[in-house]
């Protein structure tokens, strides 16, 4: 893939602040920047990476803002080609001005995540580097920050390079077995084969157990209240959150849409779910509300059944089988949590396992806190190692995984090395779509198309 042409965008997020930065990338860039700046000396002759002040002129010769500017030479630049930072005033109107000088000037407008392919495709980071890039922007918790930063410094990419070696070293071995038949391949060199396929097969297989753990650090752990109209789960929500975020009211079926919000447990990110109440009538517009419900149910990490303590044990409790209540016990996936524990118990609920709480005088909300995080540990959901694949480094490494499998059968079977090969290979290539060695463009599309316009 050639680059060739200019880039140019605002790269600081819309709106009013104090300063805004217009970046153009590409070959003509400082010549771009020769013909818009004015100051004592042309870009052209600045040192790289070094700030000068002076005015940026429209193509009519208007002048539009006083600006620091400077030049990032390649190849030592983000982009790894030549590199002009506009730092303007903060306004939105003046960094369209800029923006639009420099288009004026020869430049063409990024499409978003355009810097950073360049970054990829010049070199200067593989894929696995640039898609931290966004978890890094993306970030919401410390830990989810801290494993952003080490997969950008190329600790996953290092880890895949490494696989790859192995794997060419053993095709290269197995490939000379094809080549040189007569030196045939001794049972103890075919057990020492398997060997070094299984450690392979092994290091993927880790890597593979990580993706729970990266869903949860960019996406969050689904956790969904649910259960009987008017027991507090809105309440509760807000509780979690810390402030007023849904309606809460003493009318049943007050919420009837699915209410999301994220919530930062001991560093790891909840996805908080409020949903509609379950009741057995009410109007279809209800009852849309709880299919939604339902659904949302099925994608939960974890559930949290709240109930009324001071109202009669609902339908829904009974129809079920009373050891899933048992405080959870069979049911790693759900907490029973009784709320109003200020208001006296209805008998209905007499020697009920379950955890009480008041969302009123947040009575027993740390131990409803500390209960959730003990289950998501239990899950093994929560993120411990710093290395945590996405949903597309997952898709390749399954692949590779399966062609790791089918050349183990192979090499089992004592079949002819050839078919061990063919399937080696497909997992090395595999491999080498995680940090981008395969040039799929399609890959690159949907990874960059992620991105803010200008980064
Ligand atoms: N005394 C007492 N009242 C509470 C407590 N938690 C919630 N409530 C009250 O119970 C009522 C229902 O609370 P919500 O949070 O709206 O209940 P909900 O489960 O979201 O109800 P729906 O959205 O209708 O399904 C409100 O009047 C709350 O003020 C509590 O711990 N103690
Ligand atoms: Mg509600």
Redesign the pocket.
């Known amino acids: 893939m050639m680059v060739s042409d200019t880039i140019a965008a605002i790269s600081t997020p819309p709106g009013e602040g104090a300063i805004a930065l217009v970046r153009v990338s590409g070959e003509n860039a400082i010549q771009i920047a020769d013909k818009i700046f004015c100051g004592k000396e042309l870009p052209s002759r600045f040192v790289s990476h070094v700030q000068h002040l002076g005015e940026i002129f429209s193509a009519e010769k208007q002048l539009i803002d006083q600006v620091m500017l400077s030049v990032h030479r390649a190849p030592a630049s983000y982009t790894g080609e030549d590199l002009v930072e506009i730092s303007c005033h903060g306004g939105t109107l003046v960094s369209a001005k800029v923006l639009e000088a420099c288009l004026r000037a020869g430049a063409r407008a990024a499409r978003p995540g355009e810097f950073t392919e360049r970054a990829f495709l010049n070199g200067k980071m593989d894929l696995t580097q640039a898609e931290a890039v966004i978890d890094l922007i993306r970030a919401r918790t410390d830990l989810a920050l801290r494993s952003a930063t080490e997969q950008l410094e190329g600790r996953l990419g290092d880890q895949i390079r490494k696989l790859r070696d192995e794997s060419i070293a053993l095709l290269a071995h197995i490939n000379a077995s094809i080549d040189f038949p007569e030196e045939d391949i001794a049972p103890d060199e075919g057990e020492r084969l398997r060997a070094r396929l299984d450690s392979i097969r092994e290091e993927i297989a880790a890597l593979l157990a990580t993706a729970d753990q990266g869903r949860v650090l960019r996406e969050g752990v689904r956790v969904v209240i649910y ?10 929500l ?1 509780r979690l959150l810390g402030y007023e975020r ?10 009837r849409d699915a209410i999301e919000e994220t919530v930062n447990l001991a560093g790891v990110p909840i996805r908080l779910l ?1 949903t ?2 379950l009741r057995a009538s009410g109007s279809e517009l209800e009852r849309e509300g709880i299919a939604r419900t339902e659904k949302s149910l099925q994608l939960a990490d974890l559930r949290l059944h ?1 109930a ?1 303590r ?1 109202a009669p044990r609902p339908e829904h409790f009974n129809s079920r089988k009373r050891s899933e209540f048992n405080g959870g016990s069979s049911d790693p996936n759900e907490i029973v949590v009784l ?5 006296p118990e209805n008998n209905d609920w007499k020697d009920f396992q379950a955890l009480r ?5 947040g009575e027993g909300l740390p131990n409803l806190q500390t209960e959730i995080l003990a289950r998501i540990r239990q899950q093994n959901l929560r993120p411990e190692s710093a290395v945590a694949i996405n949903t597309r480094h997952r898709d390749c490494l399954r692949r590779a995984l399966e062609s790791c499998d089918r050349a183990r059968a192979a090499l089992r079977e004592g079949l002819s090395p050839e078919y061990v090969a063919v399937d080696l290979d497909q997992a090395l290539r595999a491999l080498g779509e995680v940090i981008g060695l395969t040039d799929v463009e399609q890959i690159l599309d949907s990874v960059f198309s992620q991105f803010c316009i200008g980064k």
């Open positions: 259960g009987a109209t008017n027991a507090g789960k809105s309440s509760l807000n849904v309606i809460v009211s003493d009318t049943h079926g007050t919420t409020d509609a109440g709240i009324d001071n709320n109003k524990s200020d208001l709480i008041s969302c009123l005088t």
